[in-house]
């Protein structure tokens, strides 16, 4: 998504210690907790998948996670606005 955005963008050194045993693991439990919510038990796992595929495949796995955790929070809160169970907005002091 950035290169498209910040074709010209000089890359960013890695710091030190990112890539670690534990990160890698955190990283990796983070992908399957959102492939199997998301591409399993989700109504619209055909879309997720439709999306998060070709990433997997080019190996962009941060884009699949970071847009997976944003997806599921607006799709819930989406769903939940419409049936009545939130506001449509945080500023408003009541529910409808």
Same mark, same amino acid.
């Given at each position: +998504?950035? &290169?498209?955005?910040?074709?010209? /963008? &000089?890359?960013?050194?890695?710091?030190?210690?990112?890539?670690t045993?534990?990160?890698?693991?955190?990283? !990796?439990a +983070?992908l399957?907790? =959102?492939?199997?919510?998301?591409?399993?038990?989700?109504?619209? /796992?055909?879309?997720?998948w439709?999306?998060?595929?070709?990433?997997?495949? +080019?190996? $962009? =796995?941060e884009?699949?996670?970071?847009?997976? =955790? !944003?997806?599921k929070?607006?799709i819930?809160?989406?769903?939940?606005?419409? $049936?009545?169970?939130?506001?449509?907005?945080?500023? $408003?002091? /009541? !529910?409808?």
């Open positions: +998504m950035t &290169r498209h955005t910040f074709p010209n /963008r &000089r890359p960013r050194p890695r710091p030190p210690g990112q890539v045993p534990k990160n890698v693991r955190r990283g !990796l +983070m399957f907790k =959102i492939c199997w919510k998301l591409g399993v038990v989700a109504d619209y /796992r055909r879309v997720f439709n999306y998060a595929w070709p990433r997997i495949k +080019m190996g $962009s =796995i884009d699949v996670i970071s847009v997976g =955790i !944003l997806a929070h607006l819930t809160y989406a769903r939940k606005a419409c $049936s009545g169970k939130l506001n449509a907005s945080n500023y $408003s002091a /009541r !529910l409808r």
